[in-house]
């Protein structure tokens, strides 16, 4: 199976900065990533998917990047709805496997 | 407007079954893969399974094999899953989910994405 990770796991930030968040495959997965953010009490809401393509309606404050094993989650401008947890997930195989998640809090 | 809407969590004692719901609508079900993803409290989120439009293929995480079963009813635009032998690990809010299908190769299969999701139901499983 694959295995995914992210880092960090707990991220603290400010309104305004930017954040990034890094996704790692434990083997190729291609492009095949998608990223996540859930509040608190709610479903998961898809941002990006094929690692680079925001969801329609998502903030353009939301870009991702990379392929193969490495790929990365930046917010550019960090807004108060922003607070969340991050997911990525691969789906290149039919064993899909999500991250661990990343907090966002309140700095 | 897309929706997926899961009933049929509840208490159950370890070893016992539960059969969870998830009743679609605003969209075409038969033209869709979904699937089954997992929280546990304060926890972070699991696949469970997935199955294809027609519901010839199923696939579902290790832990799972063998106990769980999804299935879907076109007719019905619902999606299921039959959980026997339950343990307190299951104890969990189940999310059903819409898998938008992306592309499909020869190699690697079909790959898709999850782009709605219900708004859970919680199953706990204690004696």
């Known amino acids: 199976d694959i295995q995914m990770t992210q880092s960090p796991s707990t991220l603290s930030a400010s309104v305004g900065d930017r954040v990034t968040i890094t996704c790692r495959a434990s083997?190729?997965?291609?492009?095949?990533l998608a990223w996540y953010q859930q509040k608190p009490g709610k479903a998961p809401k898809l941002l990006i998917y094929?690692?680079?393509y925001l969801e329609s309606g998502v903030p353009s404050r939301f870009s991702g990047s990379g392929s193969g094993t490495e790929f990365t989650l930046t917010i550019s401008s960090l807004q108060p709805d922003d607070f969340a947890t991050y997911y990525c997930q691969q789906y290149h195989s039919y064993f899909f496997t999500f991250g661990p998640g990343t907090k966002v809090d309140i700095k | 407007e897309v929706q997926l809407v899961e009933s049929g969590g509840g208490l159950v004692q370890p070893g016992g079954s539960l059969r969870l719901s998830c009743a679609a609508s605003g969209f075409t079900f038969s033209s869709y893969w979904m699937s089954w993803v997992r929280q546990a409290p304060g926890k972070g989120l699991e696949w469970v399974a997935n199955i294809k439009q027609d519901g010839s293929e199923k696939y579902y995480v290790d832990s799972v094999e063998g106990r769980f079963t999804i299935s879907r009813d076109n007719a019905k635009n619902s999606l299921y899953l039959q959980m026997n032998s339950l343990r307190a690990e299951d104890t969990a809010v189940y999310y059903c989910?819409?898998?938008?299908?992306?592309?499909?190769?020869?190699?690697?299969?079909?790959?898709?994405?999850?782009?709605?999701w219900g708004q859970g139901t919680l199953v706990t499983v204690s004696s």
């Open positions: 989910a819409r898998g938008y299908l992306e592309d499909y190769d020869f190699w690697s299969g079909y790959h898709f994405y999850f782009d709605y």
């Open positions: 083997q190729s997965i291609s492009s095949w």
């Open positions: 094929t690692a680079s």
